[in-house]
């Protein structure tokens, strides 16, 4: 039997993180996605920052528990 897991992919709205985003989702798992600046991820905040990075931590948090 085959787990599925939960992944973070930060930059997840394109490039090498959509990319990657599309082949874990493929592969049945449950991608939480990571983006300064698209509403079609999960959690869309600047990790630049430090609060960016804390807002995110939270928001992850919430999201998987």
């Given amino acids: 039997m085959t787990r599925s897991r939960s ?7 394109s490039g090498m993180g ?6 874990l989702e493929g592969a049945g798992d449950r991608v939480i996605g990571v983006d ?8 869309e905040v600047d990790l630049g920052t ?7 931590l939270e928001t992850i948090e919430e999201i998987s528990g």
């Fill in 36 to 43: 300064p600046r698209d509403a079609e991820v999960e959690v």
């Fill in 50 to 56: 430090a609060n960016g990075r804390s807002t995110a």
């Fill in 7 to 13: 992944i973070v992919v930060t930059g997840a709205a």
């Fill in 18 to 23: 959509a990319a990657t985003r599309r082949r």
